[in-house]
C-alpha cells in the first residue's frame, strides 16, 4: 500500500463522525451552559469557556474530553479559586447527574463522568502573558492560538494523525510517566511543517538539537540554549518565550520517534497507527523466561498514593538508585524498567546473572606513589585476599573476594538498609520500609497472574521491541 | 637489627672466601694456559683472555662461571671464527677432561666444566667501539671499564650486594625469560650511584623516567630519547653510547625493584637477599585451588627446541595472544603467566569464572546514523537475538547470546584453529599443533606431581605474592 492509502485509512481511525461532532458540541454547551448558570447565581467574578482539543477541534475520535475551564481574575486568593471551583465543579455534576472524583495538578480539580464523557473543571486564571499564577493560565491562550494558526479542516487532520502515530508508537504523553510529546506540542509542529507527512521526514533525519520558535523570540539556537540549556528538542511556546514545550520529551522517546518515522517512510503501514493487540498469556510468559538465560529480579512494593507525575518522578528517580546499587557491585544490568498500577509499583531489573564470580581482579594504586604502602597494608592479609599482592608494568594488583556475588542477597540487604541514603525517593523508600517483596524469574508469573496490564508489560518487556518495531519491521508482518 | 648489621650478614654471604678466590684463579690460568697454548699449536691468529665477572672480581661467592674470549681480528670470516672457536673449545674440555655442550647465543659457543666449575669458551672480535661484529665484542671493553671504574675491593663488595640483592628479589638476569637487570647492568649503578645503599635510595623514589649516562655522551634525556625511544630506563653504555643497557628491563621488574627497596629501607631483613626456601606439597596446592573460587586453566604443549631467548620471546608474545581470545570474548582473566622446562611448556590463564553469563546487553548504533537499520536487520531475527532490539537515550540495543560462555570450550576451538592468525608464534603454534593438553584446576596437579620445578612456580603463583613481599611485609616473619 502507498502512504497515500495508508494515510486515508489512518484518517478513518482518527476523524471523528458527524454524529460524534454533533454531540461533542451539544454535551460542551451544556455544561459550559451548567458552569456558567451556576457562576451567574452565585455571583462569582469569574467566567467560564471550553478549551483544549475540543475546543480546537483536534481530538481524536471517540478519544476526547471536554475541558470547561473557570476563569478567575489574577489578583483572586488561590484559596478562594479552590473552593470556589471545587464547589462548581461539585455542582455541575450533582445537577447533571454524573459521576465525579476530585483530582490533584498542580491545583485541585473536579473530573467527572457526563453521558460517560469525561469532563474537567479546571480553575485558572485570566492572567497577562509572562505574568502566570497558576501553570494552566496558558491554556487559554494555546487555545487560541492553535485556532487562529490551523483554521481548515485539513490542517486539523494533520494534528490528528500524528497525535495517533504518536499513540500508536507509544511517544504520546507529556506526563512524567510516558516523557514524550504533549498535544499542544504536535499542534505546533504541524504549524511549523505544515503536515503529518513532513513532520515524519523532518523527524526521520534526526530531531536532537531542532530549534522551533514560530514566533522568532530567539535569536538563533545558542540564544534559545542560553535559557533552556542543553535540551534535546527546543519548541519555545508561542504564548511563553520562556517555556520549551518539547521540555518533558526524554531523548529515549526522541529517538523512539526518529526510528518509528524512518520506519514508517521506508515500511509504511497502518501498524503504526493502530498496533495490534497483543494475545497474552501465562503459559508463554512462562517459556519466555525459562529459555532466556538471563535472571530477572522484580521488587514489589505497595504504590505510594500520591499524584501520577509526583510517582512517576519518584519511580524514575528510585529504580536508577536500585540499578546504580547493582552497577557499583559489578553486576551487568541488561534492563531495568517500572510498572504500577492497582495499588502496586513493581521495579524489574534484568540481570546478565543473578551471580558473578567471587573473586576479581582489582587493580591497585603505581608502585611509587604514597597509596602503595596502605594498599599493601590492606590486602597483605585478611580474609578479602585470594592472592597477590603483584605488580604488573608499574602498578599493583590483587585478586579479591567480591562484596556481594548474588544479586538477591545484595537487593536483600539494600532494601533492608537506609534506602535514602541509597538515592530511593522519600514516598517509595517510606513504603518499601513497609514491606516488599522479591521476585526472581519464574517467580514473576505469581504477579503476573494477580493482573492483566502487569502482564501485558511483562509480555513486552521480555520481548524488549517497541511494538511498532515488532509489528512494522518485515514486510510479511505488516498487512 | 639495622640495615647496617643486615649488610654486614648479607656480605657473608655475597663474598668468596680465600680458598675460594684462590681456588677460581688458579683455574682461570689453568683454562687460559690451555686455551693460549692451542692457539700457538694451531697458528690461530687471535688472543685469549679472561672476562666477565671473575676478572672483574664481582661474582658472588659459590656462583661463577669463568669466561674465556678467543678474540680475532675484525676481519675474520664468521664460518671460520666459529668453526675454529667450536674445534678449540671442545679441545680444551677433552684435554682438561670436562664434560662440555654446544650452545646457541647469537653465535655457537662451547660450555664445559672443570672440576665441576662452569668455563665458557667463546670467540668475539677485537673490534673497535662503534664498529662491533658480533654482540660480545663489547665485552672486553666492559670488563675494562668496570674495573678501570671500580678498583677497590669495597666497590666490588658493592655490586655483589646489589647483585644478590636484586637476585634476591627476583630482578636479577637480562635474559627475555626474565627481563630484568644484568651484572653489567649492576656494576653500572654502583658506579653512578657509589654504594649499594645508595642505589636501593634512589630505586625506592622511583627510576621510572631515570637517564644515566656516565661518560656524557648526551646532552640530557630528551636527545637520548630520540635515539631510545619511550624506554622505563635509559643507561647509555660508557663503550657503546648507542646502547642503553637497561632496555632489556621490563617495566615490571622495575616496578618489582623500585617496591622491593622501598620495603628493604622500611622494613630492613636479610630475607631480600637469601629468601627462605618454601616447602611445597602436592595437598596444600590443592587444598590452594579448592577453596580459591576462580577457575584456573592451563594448556601444556611440548617445549619447542629453540635457544631460551627466542623460547621466552615466542612464550611472552603467544600467552599475550592467548589471554588476547579470553579478554576478547569478555572472560575476565585475573592473571596470566607461564612456566617451561624438562621438555614441557605451560601457559596459565587465571579467570575470574570458567563460565560467564551466555547472555549480553549489546549497545548498538545511534538511531539517526546510517548503521541503525544494518543493526536492526542484523537482530530482529534469529537465534543470537534474545530480545530487543530497544532504544535508550539515543541509541540502539539489544540483549544477545554471547558467543561463548564456556572459557573450556573458547580455548578448545582457539587451539583446534589457526595460531598464526590468533598471534601465537611460528615454533609454539607447531608444537601446538603437534598437540596438547588443557588442564582445570585441580587437573593442575596432574602436571604438578611429575616435576618438582613446576610445583614451586605453581605455589607461588597461586599465592600471587612476590617472595621478597610475602617474607619481608610484617616485621613478625622476617627474622
Known amino acids: 500500500m502507498s502512504i497515500d492509502d495508508i494515510l486515508a485509512d489512518a484518517l478513518r481511525l482518527v476523524k471523528p463522525d458527524r454524529l460524534e461532532e454533533a454531540r461533542v458540541k451539544t454535551l460542551s454547551s451544556i455544561v459550559l451552559g451548567k458552569v456558567r448558570g ?4 452565585e455571583g462569582v467574578d469569574a467566567e467560564a469557556e471550553i478549551l483544549g482539543s475540543v475546543a480546537k477541534g483536534t481530538w481524536l475520535k471517540g478519544d476526547y474530553d471536554i475541558d470547561v475551564f473557570i476563569l478567575y481574575p489574577p489578583h483572586i486568593d488561590r484559596g478562594v479559586l479552590e ?8 455542582r455541575v455534576f450533582e445537577d447533571l ?20 464523557v469525561r469532563v474537567n473543571i479546571v480553575p485558572a486564571c485570566r492572567s497577562k502573558p509572562g505574568s502566570w499564577v497558576t501553570a494552566v493560565d496558558r491554556t487559554p491562550y494555546h487555545t487560541e492560538y492553535v485556532r487562529r494558526m490551523i483554521r481548515s479542516e485539513e490542517g486539523r487532520d494533520q494534528v490528528r494523525l500524528l497525535k495517533k502515530f504518536m499513540k500508536g508508537v507509544g511517544v504520546y504523553g507529556a506526563d512524567v510517566r510516558v516523557g514524550g510529546f504533549s498535544g499542544y506540542l504536535c499542534e505546533l509542529l504541524i504549524i511549523s511543517f505544515g503536515s503529518f507527512i513532513e513532520t515524519i521526514r523532518s523527524a526521520a533525519r534526526g530531531w536532537r538539537g531542532l530549534f522551533i520558535d514560530l514566533e522568532g523570540y530567539y535569536d538563533g539556537i545558542e540564544a534559545a540554549r542560553k535559557v533552556f540549556g542543553d535540551q534535546p528538542l527546543i519548541v519555545v511556546d508561542p504564548v511563553d518565550p520562556n517555556r520549551n514545550v518539547a521540555s518533558p520529551v526524554s531523548l529515549t522517546k526522541l529517538s523512539e520517534f526518529t526510528a518509528a518515522s524512518r520506519l514508517f517512510l521506508d515500511k509504511p503501514s497502518i501498524v503504526f497507527f493502530n498496533p495490534p493487540s497483543i494475545e497474552v498469556d501465562i503459559d508463554s510468559i512462562r517459556r519466555a523466561i525459562e529459555c532466556r538465560g538471563t535472571s530477572i529480579l522484580a521488587l514489589a512494593f505497595e504504590e505510594p498514593r500520591i499524584p501520577p507525575d509526583t510517582l512517576w518522578g519518584e519511580i524514575h528517580r528510585s529504580l536508577r538508585a536500585f540499578v546504580n546499587v547493582f552497577e557499583k557491585w559489578e553486576f551487568r544490568v541488561i534492563r531495568s524498567s517500572a510498572w504500577s498500577g492497582e495499588g502496586l509499583t513493581v521495579f524489574i531489573v534484568e540481570l546478565e546473572s543473578r551471580f558473578i564470580p567471587g573473586v576479581k581482579l582489582h587493580r591497585g594504586p603505581p608502585v611509587d606513589s604514597r597509596e602503595a604502602y596502605r594498599f599493601l597494608e590492606k590486602y597483605m592479609g585478611g580474609d578479602i585476599r585470594v592472592s597477590g599482592p603483584w605488580i604488573d608494568g608499574d602498578r599493583w594488583y590483587v585478586a579479591r573476594r567480591r562484596g556481594y556475588s548474588d544479586a538477591y542477597l545484595l537487593a536483600m540487604d539494600v532494601l533492608k538498609g537506609d534506602l535514602l541514603a541509597y538515592g530511593f525517593s522519600k514516598d517509595i523508600a517510606a513504603s518499601i520500609a513497609r514491606g516488599f517483596g522479591i521476585y526472581l524469574d519464574g517467580g514473576l508469573l505469581e504477579l503476573a497472574v494477580r493482573c492483566r496490564s502487569f502482564l501485558e508489560y511483562l509480555y513486552d518487556l521480555l520481548d524488549g521491541r517497541p511494538r511498532w518495531l515488532r509489528f512494522g519491521f518485515s514486510k510479511d508482518t505488516c498487512g
Chains 1, 2 share one sequence.
Do not use: F
Not at 38 to 41: G, M, P, Q, T, V
Open 38 to 41: 451556576i457562576l451567574a447565581s
Open 97 to 116: 447527574g454524573g459521576r465525579w472524583i476530585l483530582r490533584y495538578a498542580e491545583h485541585p480539580y473536579v473530573e467527572g463522568w457526563v453521558d460517560d
Open 83 to 90: 473552593d470556589l471551583s471545587l464547589r462548581i465543579g461539585v
